[in-house]
């Protein structure tokens, strides 16, 4: 009588099947996450609302990187630090 598992019978078969009950294992495990994942981020209700910045602060900022590129670059090291510190 060969048992279930046919171990002796066919032992190349049998690693086969388990590599294959693996796999399909992995598959589905894989597939639960990912609607674990959807379900959560289908929770997510939060949107921000985003403005654009006021003209005065573009002006701000546009002034402030003109006068980045026009300093010497002789008072800073490697690291952007003044090297007086």
């Given at each position: 009588?060969?048992?279930r598992l046919r171990v002796l019978s066919e032992p190349e078969e049998y690693v086969e099947r388990?590599?294959?009950?693996?796999?399909l294992r992995e598959a589905e495990s894989a597939r639960q996450k990912?609607?674990?994942?959807?379900?959560?981020v289908a929770e997510c209700t939060f949107a921000p609302a985003v403005h654009e910045a006021?003209?005065?602060?573009?002006?701000?900022?546009?002034?402030?990187?003109i006068s980045r590129q026009q300093q010497p670059q002789t008072n800073r090291t490697k690291g952007g630090k003044p090297d007086w510190k």
């Open positions: 009588m060969d048992g388990v590599q294959f009950q693996a796999k990912k609607l674990r994942e959807e379900a959560e006021p003209a005065f602060v573009k002006r701000i900022a546009r002034s402030m990187e």
